[in-house]
């Protein structure tokens, strides 16, 4: 079972920048889809951002052009470069494979955007 360590998130300021990084337990990303997924009070676990094995991105429409998903294959790491971040950005943000490892959820890392 993969085990997958969230980090990074904090307070920050409307327009403020985070990054994020996902430490996984093993070399998994040459060979899997990855994303970041995020889940805001009373809301459902959505994925925002992932990539491929071969490097193609993808990024819902909310996060378009503020957020940038990369991996270090070297590091075992995932990491979420936001920028311009907003209040709605608000959430516990997770790592997960492309669908997601059941067991291999991990506590998150919060991010809260407020003035």
């Known amino acids: 079972q993969v085990q997958l360590v969230e980090s990074g998130g904090g307070l920050v300021q409307p327009g403020g920048s985070l990054r994020l990084s996902c430490a996984a337990s093993?070399?998994?990303?040459?060979?899997?889809?990855m994303g970041w997924y995020r889940q805001a009070p009373g809301k459902q676990r959505d994925l925002i951002a992932g990539?491929?094995?071969?490097?193609?991105?993808n990024y819902v429409e909310s996060v378009k052009g503020r957020f940038t998903i990369s991996t270090d294959n070297a590091k075992n790491t995932l990491y979420l470069q936001m920028n311009s971040l907003k209040p709605d950005d608000t959430a516990v943000y997770y790592c997960?494979?492309?669908?997601?490892?059941?067991?291999?959820w991990g506590q998150g890392t919060q991010v809260t955007v407020s003035s």
């Open positions: 997960n494979a492309i669908p997601p490892w059941r067991g291999s």
């Open positions: 990539i491929t094995s071969r490097g193609n991105r």
């Open positions: 093993g070399s998994i990303f040459s060979g899997f889809a």
